[in-house]
């Protein structure tokens, strides 16, 4: 199994060199000291498991595995604060590991990779689905929100990032919106296009579009173009 050690302080991955050199079934392909650093290790080497530190500098451990784009390595967090735990087991973290690692408890914790990761994938996958009455932490750059689900009424693709677009907030997220939609109830939320994704909820006006589309336009003014098929989808979700 291929792993990759990330942590800021090259004593601690050091450390765990040593511990993990006792388990001949685990191979450390890298290390990484950031979160920058341990994106471009996770494309180069496509590590099965994350040893992964929570405080680093910029991005934390969470934010960084909060951005991987699924399937993601599996990940042992490896840190010296236990105030993030719940947080990582949120985010299906494999264990918790407070440094100094304990030897026995690094042995119990690998003995769970025995566990295929995608065991309970379709219980997780249910879990994952946001309900329109949850809410959730949206955080860009020192400005944080804590907003209803429901009160997101659409949301953009930017690249690999995502513009969230709620009251008169319109923050930007490091997730694809492929992730995002993954999180989200269809039947709250509707694929639009390629780029947009539009909450049933905040629908003010429909027009016919070009070539058999529809121009939906949202309670604050945006409008969204479906195309045909689109349209086609857009109808039969919306009809009695």
């Not at 392909?29 to 494309?43: F, L, S």
């Not at 309900?131 to 907003?147: H, L, N, S, T």
């Not at 121009?215 to 086609?232: D, N, P, T």
Request: aromatic share 8%.
């Amino acid at each position: 199994m291929k792993a990759l050690l990330i942590d800021d302080e090259r004593l601690a991955r050091n450390e765990l060199r040593r511990l993990l050199a006792g388990f001949p079934a685990i191979t450390i392909v890298g290390e990484a000291a950031n979160a920058k650093q341990a994106r471009e290790q996770i494309a180069a080497h496509q590590p099965d498991l994350l040893f992964l530190d929570v405080q680093m500098p910029g991005e934390t451990g969470m934010e960084l595995l909060e951005s991987l784009e699924p399937p993601a390595p599996r990940v042992i967090f490896t840190t010296a604060y236990d105030e993030f735990a719940v947080k990582a087991f949120e985010l299906n973290a494999l264990d918790y590991l407070l440094k100094p690692v304990d030897p026995a408890r690094l042995a119990a914790a690998l003995e769970r990779l025995q566990t295929p990761a995608g065991a309970a994938a379709p219980a997780a996958e249910k879990a994952a689905r946001l309900a329109a009455e949850d809410k959730v932490f949206v955080r860009e750059g020192d400005r944080c929100w804590f907003v209803e689900v429901k009160q997101i009424r659409l949301l953009e693709s930017e690249g690999n990032y995502t513009r969230v677009h709620f009251d008169d907030a319109q923050p930007q997220l490091f997730r694809s919106l492929n992730a995002m939609e993954e999180r989200l109830d269809p039947k709250f939320f509707f694929r639009a296009n390629r780029r947009q994704i539009i909450n049933f909820a905040w629908i003010d006006k429909i027009e016919p579009w070009f070539s058999g589309g529809l121009l939906v336009q949202l309670k604050g003014g945006a409008k969204v173009e479906l195309s045909r098929r689109q349209a086609q989808e857009f109808r039969e979700k919306m009809s009695l």
